[in-house]
């Protein structure tokens, strides 16, 4: 039972360059949803999904993008990468309405140079 | 959006309850109360959840007051292992959360 699965772990990227990062889910989950989390900061909503299709921004949504062509993967792409896109970002996915826990992967840390 | 007020940080001894408190003052009618916990380089991990009534699980008690303006996590017996920086949120348009400092719980032996 993976859960919520996050690649890759860690990331290095120059200013400029772009990247996706990947998030899977397994247990037939409808709603999605990809934070950030700073040094001695809580996490922040960047984009979320309430079904494969469907995609809406969160609180910081600049300078990222989002799809949902299946429910079971929530990739998160990077256009282009700047310094102050260094952070942990965490997938989470949830069965949905407000009484279903949330469910995280372990995180990709991402440092832009 | 509703949002919530938590203390930055708090200190308990080990085996002892500690009550952590959280204010919600302008949660909505539908606004379900989660707890989550985040240890050092791991993503957050569900602790609890409620709507109205008092909640208990295996890991800790919700209580919730009666106009549900605030909540406080209860830790029966404090271990070591609880030091995290504990977050109390709220549902955000309808399902997402968002989540605020949270509380540092730090664990005396």
């Known amino acids: 039972n993976a859960g919520v699965t996050q690649t890759p772990k860690f990331q290095v990227l120059k200013t400029g360059q772009s990247m996706t990062l990947q998030c899977a889910q397994d247990?037939?989950?409808?709603?999605m949803s990809w934070y950030r989390q700073d040094p001695g900061m809580g996490l922040r909503l960047i984009h979320y999904s309430v079904g494969a299709g469907i995609t809406d921004q969160g609180e910081v949504p600049n300078g990222y993008n989002v799809s949902r062509s299946t429910t079971e993967d929530f990739p998160l792409r990077l256009l282009s990468a700047a310094p102050s896109q260094t952070s942990v970002y965490f997938c989470?996915?949830?069965?949905?309405?407000?009484?279903?826990?949330?469910?995280f992967g372990n995180g990709t840390r991402l440092t832009v140079t | 959006d509703a949002k919530t007020t938590q203390p930055n940080s708090m200190e308990s001894n080990e085996e002892e309850p500690v009550h952590l408190p959280c204010n919600h003052s302008?949660?909505?009618?539908?606004?379900?109360i989660h707890w989550y916990r985040q240890l050092p380089s791991q993503g957050p991990e569900y602790v609890i959840h409620?709507?109205?009534s008092n909640v208990n699980n295996r890991m800790a008690s919700l209580a919730i007051a009666e106009d549900r303006k605030s909540s406080t996590l209860i830790l029966h017996r404090a271990t070591l292992r609880d030091a995290a920086v504990y977050y109390c949120i709220l549902t955000y348009a309808g399902n997402m959360l968002t989540f605020g400092g949270g509380t540092r719980l730090m664990v005396k032996p």
């Open positions: 302008t949660i909505s009618g539908t606004d379900y």
């Open positions: 247990m037939n989950h409808e709603y």
């Open positions: 409620g709507l109205t």
């Open positions: 989470a996915s949830t069965a949905g309405t407000g009484n279903s826990p949330l469910h």
